[in-house]
């Protein structure tokens, strides 16, 4: 049906395009229904078939609306296209042919009545319905103007028959066509206007203002308002005029000024980079030790600061010079050697050493074979010798300089023919090294130990010095050259040889002043690894011992070589810039170099493992903290840290140094690796010691108490290659200096020496010739302590030596680049930089692991032990509510540490075992208090003062309860060990961890918080204690779930302190 009705409604749209064709045509051609008889018919039948087509229409509405399958194919095609569109997607192909095929028209056969139609030749029947062969407005215009041109010949036409009423009308209706085209303009504009929005250009559509005539009074106000603008113009222009003078010329100025700035400032731009590029000029020749060059450049730039340091500077070196040939002429007249060169040198090292002289390995020396950089100090000491200077052997410690010394002794008695005698004055703890080393390398010469008690040194002396006694080498110590002058000055050495030298640094000791005027001889040598340990008039000391004929004035040597290390008191005037510090610095080498030889390690001994050294912080304890403080408000401390000197295992946990070091102590062991501990007092290592035999470790402790002979069994024992011993005890002046300890790999300075040069030579014991192994050095600071100002101050030290000696290269063969390169490095303050951590933070395991480790393996098993260590839950360090309340609490319940309220005179008194840790002693307490001395005492229980607290019986049932809650423990079913149920319950949860916990519980406490507030005197009564247990419970279960460990623990731990609670309530009760 649908077909049939969409075939008739096709036909009808064909047959209706046909009429209107015709329709369209015949009027084009000037038809009309008077004088055109095909006309009416057509338009009869168009509307004939125009209510025919809406006859149908009513028919398919009334008719049945169900859709057919093709149309329900179409449906679907469309809302498929719809959803792609809203998606703005792009349609397939074949579903936009599916879509448009209904609007496709199909081609239909013309109607053959087309072909007898007028213009039928020039229409396109195939393609387009209106599609001509010629321009359809060309076409149309023709058409129109054939129109007219038959509505004039009618016109013409008419007017020629008779005056009837019909040809009138026919007449006049030709006529109107002017009209009706004039009267077509006017409704086209006039409806272009009512239906369009107004422009601008419509003028006549827009509503003009209306125009209010002035009346008198405002033409009169007017007038008044103009008068007087024209008065006040006329008198503010003068004004104007002024103004604008004024700001022009200020303009003008101001431009002037800048003008004149610029030029100054591209003025002095000029002469800095002028100044820049000159002293670039000198620094390149000064670095290239070109002193013509560089005195050159200084006259053209007309500095007179450096021409008066260079002066000055000169003038020192040439009267150096002066005395340096004075001297050996003086001497050369008694000397049984003549010069053999005269010839002058323009090189001040080449002037003094001018007589060389190639040396050989002496043959005396049977001990072994000496090393290059050996050879070439034998060579130096040999020129010294012969060109009759005395200087300093300044090798690091470990190079071998008693063995250098042993062989110049050996070359002058083998090639010089020079049987001495030599004094060696070395201190007490090298004495034995000495006499062992002459043994080991030149058993031939003959020598005698001056020591002992009097008595035998009296026969010592005796026998020294009779004619029959050849001894060629004596050897005792600075004291005993002090008091036995009148024996050991008798003679004029030859030699006079001061091993660790610096012990001359200070020109107005004891020892110093008699060695310099009672003491004679002709040839001096001075054996120190640290020439310079504070300032230059130490180092001016050791010169003017051995040369006091050329270094005699302190004043004058300390004013022109110290400014460049003077860190404050500077003035504008007295500021040194760089250049003037290389340049005194360079002048100083100078000056140092023919006396002074300086070799490293690290330059000479290639195969020598390296040193490393860690700055370990410590952090302090509760206790440490109350008490320091507590110190510099008071200077009492008796009584405060032990009144009642009982102790127990967990006194280490009061000092942040034994902390640290009883978590290395057991790696370092089971690595094994032995170490070697310095300190700065005597009673600390007495504290180390009960330390060490509480913990079981092997050790050997060495001070200023430990005789001579003693020391040479203790080192043998250390040194032993199947020593027992683990740890060597060390005071640092003691035991820092002449013994050979590198069996030990290992050094920790438990305190640092002001001295920071005692620390090196203590470091030098194990980091020397023969150490196989990498050396680690660790040094104990404690943080925000005297001993961060100790380590500044040694580092400023260490910087003057780094500069005076270091940056010298005293080698003899290093070259003025070297040199020149560590210098600038020092300058700038590149050297002895400590790793700067936070002061704050503790020694975690994992920082201290990796200072400790020497391989990837250690690491892991540095974690085992960390491990194992975990399961004691207390903190590294004794925290402050852990503290007795004697220690914290005065009156009040106040938060201050006085010393005060700890005298022994107090009137209420409570036992100390109430306060103390014994209740954490376990039952390996009592095995360690029978093996050691000091560490558990027997004691008679002391009373202290309890006058702080208010009720002393809620006092004890508070800490009762609160003890029965943190010793409880239960088996961990997965571990299998014992744990402690109330470790989760010691701290306050990290809210940074557990956000949510602070959203779901509102008054979050923990057991630290309780504890605090039992020592403090918050609670007044058992129920309030009572009530904040509860809260802390209560929060753990409604945080936690049902079958969690933490919520069964605040169930159990509820029940115990419940249990406990009510125990106490009802003794009170009865």
């Known amino acids: 049906m649908e077909d049939s009705q969409s075939t008739v409604s096709e036909t009808h749209i064909l047959e209706l395009s046909t009429l209107l064709q015709k329709i369209q045509v015949l009027l084009f051609s000037g038809a009309t229904i008077e004088n055109n008889t095909d006309l009416p018919q057509l338009l009869s039948s168009m509307s004939h078939l125009l209510q025919r087509q809406e006859e149908e229409a009513t028919e398919r509405v009334f008719s049945s609306t169900v859709f057919t399958q093709k149309q329900l194919l179409a449906l679907k095609h469309q809302i498929m296209s719809y959803k792609l569109i809203s998606k703005d997607l792009p349609i397939p192909f074949e579903l936009q042919k599916e879509v448009l095929a209904p609007f496709q028209s199909e081609y239909h056969s013309p109607s053959p009545q087309l072909e007898n139609w007028p213009f039928a030749e020039n229409i396109d029947t195939k393609n387009n319905l209106f599609t001509f062969t010629m321009d359809p407005l060309q076409k149309i215009n023709e058409q129109f103007g054939k129109l007219v041109n038959h509505m004039q010949h009618q016109r013409h036409a008419l007017e020629s028959k008779p005056l009837n009423t019909n040809y009138q009308l026919k007449a006049k209706s030709t006529t109107l066509y002017e009209k009706q085209k004039k009267t077509q303009t006017k409704l086209v504009s006039a409806s272009r206007n009512s239906t369009t929005c107004l422009d601008t250009n419509q003028k006549y559509s827009k509503r003009k203002p209306l125009v209010n005539l002035p009346d008198k009074f405002s033409i009169h106000s007017k007038e008044q308002l103009e008068t007087q603008e024209s008065e006040t113009n006329t008198n503010s222009k003068p004004i104007m005029e002024h103004f604008s003078t004024f700001i022009s010329l200020q303009k003008k100025r101001k431009e002037h000024v800048n003008g004149i700035s610029n030029l100054v400032i591209r003025f002095h731009n000029r002469f800095e980079s002028h100044e820049l590029r000159l002293r670039k000029k000198r620094m390149l020749s000064l670095k290239k030790n070109n002193e013509k060059m560089y005195l050159k450049l200084i006259e053209q730039t007309k500095r007179i600061r450096l021409n008066d340091i260079l002066k000055q500077t000169d003038e020192f070196l040439q009267a150096i010079t002066h005395s340096v040939f004075k001297q050996q002429k003086s001497i050369k007249k008694t ?27 002496p043959k005396m020396m049977t001990g072994g074979q000496l090393k290059d950089y050996q050879m070439k100090g034998l060579e130096w000491m040999i020129s010294l010798y012969n060109n009759y200077i005395n200087g300093i052997l300044a090798d690091e410690m470990g190079l ?85 002058q009148q024996i050991l000055a008798q003679v004029e050495w030859l030699y006079i040889i001061i091993d660790e030298g610096h012990r001359m640094k200070n020109i107005n000791s004891k020892v110093s002043i008699c060695l310099r005027k009672e003491y004679k001889s002709k040839h001096r040598l001075i054996l120190s ?29 300390e004013e022109w070589f110290n400014s460049p290390f003077i860190t404050q008191g500077f003035t504008d005037q007295s500021d040194l ?217 040694a ?50 395991d994992y920082h201290l692991n990796n200072m400790l480790k ?6 892991e098993f540095f974690k085992q032990i960390d491990m194992e260590k975990e399961a004691d839950m207390r903190k590294r360090l004794i925290q402050e509510d852990e503290l007795p309340k004697e220690v914290l609490y005065i009156k009040g319940g106040k938060d201050i540490f006085d010393v005060k309220h700890m005298q022994p005179n ?72 014992l744990r402690k149920r109330c470790a989760a319950f010691l701290d306050i949860v990290q809210e940074d961890i557990y956000p949510l916990y602070y959203k779901i519980i509102k008054k979050p406490i923990c ?39 933490v919520y069964k623990d605040a169930e159990g731990l509820k029940k115990i302190f419940d249990a406990k609670v009510a125990s106490y309530l009802q003794i009170n009760k009865n």
């Open 400 to 484: 071998g300089k008693t063995i250098q010394t042993i062989a110049l002794i050996s070359y002058l008695i083998e090639t010089k023919k020079t049987n001495g005698p030599f004094l060696i004055i070395a201190p007490l703890s090298t004495l034995s090294n000495w006499d062992s080393e002459f043994d080991k390398w030149s058993p031939g010469i003959k020598k005698i130990a001056y020591v002992g008690k009097p008595k035998a040194r009296k026969k010592l002396g005796l026998n020294i010095f009779s004619a029959e006694n050849d001894c060629q080498v004596i050897l005792t110590t600075f004291e005993l050259a002090t008091k036995d």
């Open 1007 to 1045: 057991m630290r918080d309780i504890k605090k507030r039992i020592y403090s005197g918050y609670y007044k009564s058992i129920e309030e204690f009572q009530s904040d247990f509860h809260l802390m419970f209560e929060n753990a279960k409604a945080f936690n779930e049902e079958s969690s460990t």
């Open 335 to 361: 000397h049984e050697f003549k010069l053999t060169n005269n010839q002058e040198h323009n090189n001040y090292y080449d002037q003094i050493h001018y007589i060389k002289e190639t040396v050989h390995h």
């Open 795 to 844: 580092q400023h030290k260490l910087s003057i030596d780094g500069k005076v000696i270091q940056a010298g290269k005293f080698d003899n063969r290093s070259t003025e680049k070297d040199r020149e390169a560590l210098l600038r490095t020092l300058l700038e303050n590149k050297i002895m930089e400590a790793e700067k951590e936070d002061s704050q933070t503790e020694m975690s």
């Open 577 to 793: 810039n760089e250049e003037e510090q290389l340049l005194i610095i360079k002048r100083l080498h100078t000056v140092l170099r023919p006396f002074l030889l300086r070799r490293l390690k690290t330059d000479v001994e290639v195969s020598l493992p390296d040193k490393v050294e860690y700055i370990v912080k410590c952090q302090m304890s509760s206790l440490q903290l109350q008490i320091q403080n507590q110190l510099k408000a008071e200077a009492h401390v008796e009584g405060v840290i032990n009144p009642n000197k009982l102790t127990n295992e967990l006194i280490y946990r009061c000092s942040g140094k034994f902390e640290v070091l009883d978590r290395m102590l057991p790696k370092l062991q089971q690595t094994r690796h032995r170490v070697l501990i310095f300190f700065q007092m005597t009673k600390v290592m007495n504290i180390m010691e009960d330390y060490l035999s509480w913990k079981g470790y092997c050790f050997l402790r060495l001070d200023g108490s430990v005789k001579a002979d003693e020391r040479y069994t203790l080192i043998t024992q250390f040194n032993k290659p199947s020593s027992p011993y683990f740890i060597f005890l060390l005071s640092t002046r003691a035991g820092g200096t002449g013994l050979n300890l590198q069996t030990a790999d290992t050094v920790i300075l438990f305190d640092s020496d002001w001295n920071p040069h005692q620390d090196l030579q203590a470091q030098g014991r194990a980091h020397r010739i023969g150490q196989t192994q990498p050396v680690h050095i660790y040094r104990f600071v404690t943080s925000n302590s005297i001993e961060e100002k100790i380590l500044e101050v």
């Open 906 to 977: 107090n009137k209420r008194k409570m036992p100390i075992d109430q306060v103390t840790y014994s209740k954490e002693r376990n039952s390996q307490t009592a095995k360690s208090e029978k093996s050691t001395k000091r560490i558990c005492r027997s004691a008679s229980v002391d009373e202290l003062d309890l006058s702080n607290i208010c009720d002393q019986e809620l006092f004890y049932t508070l800490v009762s309860c609160y003890s029965e809650v943190e010793q409880c423990v239960i088996k961990d079913e997965k571990m299998g060990q």
């Open 854 to 859: 020497r391989s990837d393996k250690d690491l």
């Open 529 to 557: 690894g640290t020439p310079l340990q504070n300032n230059l008039p130490e180092l001016w000391a050791l010169l003017n011992f051995l040369l006091p004929k050329i270094f005699q004035s302190s004043k004058s040597f």
